[in-house]
C-alpha cells in the first residue's frame, strides 16, 4: 500500500497571508494526485487533479505542484471560506489518502 | 454537474448487515466508475471500493474484501453498497463517490453505526 503522509498536522494562517502544505507518497505516484478541503459536517471537495490542475470552479489561489513521492498544495492570500482540513490522495495503485493537514486561523 | 443522493445506513450489530444505497442525477451515471469511500469519527477518508462503468469490474480495499459488495444498476441510476459481517471499526460515514481523476463529486453521506 502506498502511503500517503501530509506535514504539518495543523498550520496556523493569518487572512489574507499564503499556506504550503506538503504531500508525500511512499513510493512514486508519478503525477496521480489530487487534493480536497473539507469543512465540518460536509463531504471532501476536490480541488486539485493530476497534480497541478485546478478542479472546475476552483479558485486560482489555490495551486499544485509536485510528482514522484513530493507534493505541494499552496493557497495564496487566505480567505475566511479556506479554514478547513485538507487531504491529499494518490489513485497511482489503488487509492490511498493522506492523513489531513488542518489550516486554522492563527 | 451533477448530484449524488445517499440513503441508507443507520445502527446494526456486530456481525449484522446493512445496505447502503446511491441514487445519482444530472450525469450520465453509465459512464463513470463509481466509489464508496468511508470516513471514521475524526479521521480522514479511506477508499472502500469501486465498480467499473458497466458493473464487470470491482475492486475492494483489503479491509472489507470478503464482507461488503459493490454494485450498480444503470438502468436505474443507483450504486450499492452490500454490508455483511460487520465490524466496531466499521463505523463512520459513508459517501458515493463519482471516480474519475480523483473523486469530483460526492453524496452527502450515510451514517453507520456498529455497537
Known amino acids: 500500500e502506498i502511503v500517503m503522509t501530509q506535514s504539518p498536522v495543523t498550520l496556523s494562517v493569518s487572512p489574507g497571508e499564503s499556506a504550503t502544505l506538503t504531500c508525500r507518497a511512499s513510493q512514486s505516484v508519478s503525477t496521480n494526485v489530487v487534493w480536497y478541503q473539507q469543512k465540518p459536517g460536509q463531504p471532501p471537495r476536490l480541488l486539485i487533479h493530476d497534480a497541478s490542475i485546478r478542479a472546475t470552479g476552483i479558485p486560482a489561489r489555490f495551486s499544485g505542484s509536485g510528482s514522484g513521492t513530493e507534493f505541494t498544495l499552496t493557497i495564496s492570500i487566505l480567505q475566511s471560506e479556506d479554514f478547513a482540513i485538507y487531504y491529499c490522495?494518490?489513485?497511482?495503485?489503488?487509492?490511498?489518502f493522506g492523513g489531513g493537514t488542518r489550516v486554522d486561523v492563527k | 454537474e451533477g448530484q449524488l443522493m445517499n440513503s441508507g445506513g443507520g445502527w446494526a450489530r456486530p456481525g449484522g448487515s446493512l445496505r447502503l444505497s446511491c441514487a445519482a442525477y444530472g450525469f450520465r451515471f453509465s459512464g463513470y466508475w463509481m466509489s464508496w469511500v468511508r470516513q471514521a469519527p475524526g479521521k480522514g477518508p479511506e477508499w472502500v471500493a469501486n465498480?467499473?462503468?458497466?458493473?464487470?469490474?470491482?475492486y475492494y480495499a483489503d479491509s472489507v474484501k470478503g464482507r461488503f459488495t459493490i454494485s450498480k444498476d444503470n438502468a436505474r441510476n443507483s450504486l450499492y453498497l452490500q454490508m455483511n459481517s460487520l465490524r466496531l471499526d466499521d463505523t463512520g460515514i459513508y459517501y458515493c463517490?463519482?471516480?474519475?481523476?480523483?473523486?469530483?463529486?460526492w453524496g452527502q453521506g450515510s451514517l453507520v453505526t456498529v455497537s
Open positions: 463517490a463519482r471516480d474519475a481523476a480523483g473523486f469530483d463529486l
Open positions: 490522495q494518490q489513485y497511482h495503485n489503488w487509492k490511498t
Open positions: 465498480i467499473k462503468e458497466d458493473g464487470s469490474d470491482k
